[in-house]
């Protein structure tokens, strides 16, 4: 497993990450097998939000119950957790208020006294930026929170925080797959007039400004089609995809997850991919692209087979 400093932090992370959003209704012992299988394959860093599950807090806390960790076996792990969304609306909440109750929430639900991440969740339209820098302040001070970050922002957002608050900003978590990857294909086509891949969809060349700023883009969903729209690996609407991949699994004698995997690992951003099954045979399977070394014509072949164009 490849890992990497995390840059604004001395987190030494894996560049693959265990997604808990869908572990509600799993047993304690599916619980502990998904894990056990990420951490056999060097995964030692998770991902969790105070929304994921039937109500809030609820996955947080089902991992606390199956788990059971000692405080070495908490120390061995990074916990990373997300606020900001109210799902009653939903609408979003960036107030001081609303950081500092969410992440008491998750710290109780995790039965820890700290979390090793804390991202905002989604953008709020209504945020005050010295309320963020307060609530930072406070978790930071108290020892509840070790490092700062974002999900879904554009580089413009993240700028505006970066004004306020003290602490780095480390992490943007955006959407990125294969079939889904207009933070990296929309260079490949920039200034080519009425090419739609060329158009600005994230404020301004979000993945060229994560890594001016040092800020590590967590890839979530790294195998939708689309926004929630199914996987493409074995579907029949990416058919030349599938057959890139198949190919190129064979010739590394991986499984297609980690030849999709490998095509995010490989960009020299440093990114993390975030898995979000509950299989841990994928786990394992996925988790073997931390490494694999696709050349350029591969990475460029899978890139065109996806349907992006490479001019």
Known sequence: MKTFTL??????APNVVLGLMRIAD???????????????????????????????????RRFAEAMRLTPAERDALTIQTKA?????????????EHIVASVEGSLRALGTDYVDLLLLHRPDALVEPEEVARAFDDLESAGKVRAFGVSNHTPRQVDLLRRYVRQPIVVNQLQLSLTHAPIITQGLAANMV?????????????????RLHDITVQAWSPFQAGFFSGVFLDSPEYAELNAVIDRLAERYGVPPTAVATAWITRHPARMQVVLGTTTPERVTG????????LTR???????????????
């Open 194 to 210: 009425g090419e739609p891949q060329s158009a600005t969809l994230d404020g301004g060349g979000v993945l060229d400004h994560a």
């Open 297 to 311: 014509p591969e990475w460029y072949e899978l890139t065109r087979a996806a349907g992006h164009r490479v001019p």
């Open 26 to 60: 799993k047993s304690d012992d599916q619980i502990r097998a998904l894990v056990r299988a990420a951490r056999e394959a060097g995964v030692d860093f998770v991902d969790h939000a105070d929304i994921y599950g039937p109500t809030t807090h609820a996955c947080e």
């Open 7 to 12: 840059p604004g932090t001395d987190i030494t």
């Open 84 to 96: 900001g969304i109210v799902p009653e609306g939903p609408y979003f909440d960036h107030s001081h």
């Open 286 to 293: 996925a988790a073997q692209g931390s490494e694999l070394p």
